[in-house]
């Protein structure tokens, strides 16, 4: 069964950190490009970030640029953003996606288009 599950969602106070990974199983994630997707509440889902194939370059949302750090240990089949100073606007569900080598674009912006697949998302919550 293909899938990517993510963890490490918590929640945090204002200006602290956390890394969210997210495993693929049922493939080899060196092949795919990834994207980081956040949705808050009644809110339209956001781009954040995505990388291209192993040891590519990483683009990422305007409003994480020198905050966020997308990263991936292929070892692990694993893929990583790292969040520092965090704000109460990072809250929401975060989802990692995986696009095809041949057919996704990792854009400027941080999003990646199309994807093929999807986890389950983990929550972050940034909060006093």
């Known amino acids: 069964q293909l899938q990517l599950v993510e963890s490490g969602g918590d929640l945090v106070q204002p200006g602290g950190s956390l890394r969210l990974s997210c495993a693929a199983s049922?493939?080899?994630?060196?092949?795919?490009?990834i994207g980081w997707f956040r949705q808050a509440p009644g809110k339209e889902r956001e781009v954040v970030s995505c990388?291209?194939?192993?040891?590519?370059?990483?683009n990422y949302a305007d409003s994480v640029k020198g905050r966020f750090t997308i990263s991936r240990d292929n070892t692990k089949n694993t893929e990583y953003l790292q969040m520092n100073s965090l704000k109460p606007e990072n809250t929401g569900v975060y989802y990692c996606a995986a696009g095809a080598r041949t057919d996704s674009v990792c854009r400027q912006n941080g999003e990646l288009r199309p994807t093929r697949y999807w986890g389950q998302g983990t929550q972050v919550t940034v909060s006093s």
């Open positions: 990388i291209r194939i192993s040891g590519g370059s990483t």
């Open positions: 049922g493939f080899t994630l060196d092949y795919y490009k």
